[in-house]
């Protein structure tokens, strides 16, 4: 998908609508992660991909051929460096947000599973009150999701 423009002031406006819009939603998703709702910020990663993905194809046409923004006036070229500028600010923000999510997240699957190995009977295979691994209630499992 590709901005549909007739001339550089015109791609300069849209690339500059684009670039805030991808800033509105990614500052949406950090605020999800800062107020520990990450379900939430799921819910608008459908939008954050369209959108990031425009904005990859958009930015390398430019970054491709700087004449596509050149003839636009300065001032239109002002509001889209501006617009990237707080997009800029904004990703840095969502990293940290996801890093401190991800160490809470791996924190707490790794103070369940010290609960469970804690919680488990210890196995003995030898003497009178010995139990066999293969016993009812022997096993544990946990599940972890890699993608989280």
Not at 14 to 23: A, D, G, N, P, Y
Not at 85 to 110: I, N, Q, S
């Amino acid at each position: 998908m590709a901005l549909a423009v007739h001339d550089a002031a015109e791609r300069v406006d849209q690339l500059t609508i684009l670039t805030e819009r991808l800033t509105d939603v990614v500052a949406k998703q950090c605020q999800c992660f800062e107020q520990h709702r990450p379900q939430d910020a799921a819910l608008l990663m459908e939008e954050a991909a369209r959108l990031a993905n425009l904005y990859r194809h958009e930015s390398t046409r430019v970054r491709a051929d700087p004449g596509l923004v050149q003839a636009a006036p300065p001032e239109m070229r002002q509001r889209l460096i501006r617009a990237t500028e707080a997009f800029d600010a904004v990703l840095f923000r969502h990293g940290r947000a996801v890093v401190a999510a991800k160490f809470v997240t791996e924190g707490l699957v790794r103070v369940i599973a010290e609960e469970v190995a804690s919680q488990r009977d210890r196995l003995s295979g030898y003497g009178p009150g010995a139990r066999s691994p293969t016993a009812p209630g022997a096993a544990t499992a946990i599940t972890l999701n890699r993608r989280a």
